[in-house]
């Protein structure tokens, strides 16, 4: 059997016999590896595959149709809220729909038969020019608060990490500069990664498929430059743009530089304060704050 994307909580021992993951994030991926095997891609033989839904609809119906090509037996399961009934409902349009089972807040259904080609999605380029993936964020064009925080760079020198890089637009914007040595891209959603390493044609670029959360490189970098994600899931998580700070002010040389950008209502700057010795608020349009935060206090 085959698990295409579980979230962490997934209790997959309920599966019958062998299961094998597909993942296309971190951590879920490594954490996955301990106790199964592991693919990089939706393939399967003889067994059956099974799709958990992403909230990104796209995502969902590319899914859906990678496991229906492969000529086994599908099983989906989804939550309501994340469009599971009305996947239901077009999935009998086009092929047999059986063993429903509605859940608390979802739906589990099998799919066999019928042509799910056109559900096939590929990365596409976005009006400012860029190869972006399927799902991810703000894959339509940069958005306004990077643009703020690319705005605000000066240009930079030494070894930059882009910690959350997605599909590249900050790593690309600071390999502009030629001061800069090396540039690190930390992202955990691998189909994104994949179109950064399309967009980020420089030989002083490395990329990362990591969780920034607990991410760790031995040399220490010049600047880290992030606009670090607020979400998990549906749910606001200011804690997962505090980790971030974190990563990055263990990922800096003493007198290195954090550049971020956050919308205005996130409450960054007790992190920020206790993690560095100076702190500056840049100006920023209105929806949107940028720091400067530099020397990184050491973390016992």
């Not at 760790?216 to 880290?224: E, F, N, P």
């Amino acid at each position: 059997m085959l698990a295409v994307n579980p979230p962490l909580d997934a209790d997959l021992s309920v599966l019958p016999g062998a299961v094998a993951v597909m993942h296309d994030r971190q951590p879920e991926r490594d954490q996955f590896a301990k106790q199964h095997e592991m693919r990089d891609r939706i393939e399967a033989s003889g067994e059956t595959v099974v799709v958990f839904l992403p909230r990104e609809r796209a995502a969902a119906k590319d899914w859906i149709a990678r496991a229906m090509a492969t000529g086994c037996p599908v099983v989906v399961d989804g939550v309501k809220t994340d469009g599971a009934e009305s996947l239901l409902k077009e999935c009998r349009k086009r092929a047999t729909v059986d063993a429903v089972i509605s859940k608390a807040h979802g739906k589990l259904f099998t799919v066999t038969g019928g042509d799910f080609s056109d559900w096939i999605a590929e990365p596409a380029t976005n009006g400012d020019g860029f190869t972006v993936p399927v799902a991810g964020f703000s894959t339509d064009g940069i958005d306004p608060g990077t643009a703020a925080l690319l705005n605000a760079l000066p240009p930079l020198k030494g070894h930059v990490i882009d910690l959350g890089a997605g599909w590249g637009p900050i790593a690309r914007h600071v390999l502009q500069s030629p001061t800069v040595t090396a540039c690190d891209l930390v992202e955990a959603h691998r189909p994104s990664l994949d179109c950064a390493r399309t967009n980020v044609f420089d030989p002083r670029a490395a990329f990362h498929w990591a969780d920034a959360t607990g991410w760790t490189l031995r040399a220490k970098a010049d600047h880290v430059v992030t606009n670090p994600p607020f979400h998990r899931g549906r749910a606001g998580d200011p804690g997962l743009g505090r980790a971030f700070i974190a990563t990055a002010a263990r990922s800096l040389a003493p007198r290195g530089v954090l550049w971020l950008v956050a919308n205005r209502h996130l409450p960054y700057e007790a992190a920020l304060t206790d993690l560095f010795a100076e702190v500056t608020e840049l100006p920023a349009p209105g929806a949107f704050k940028l720091f400067r935060a530099a020397r990184p206090r050491k973390i016992r």
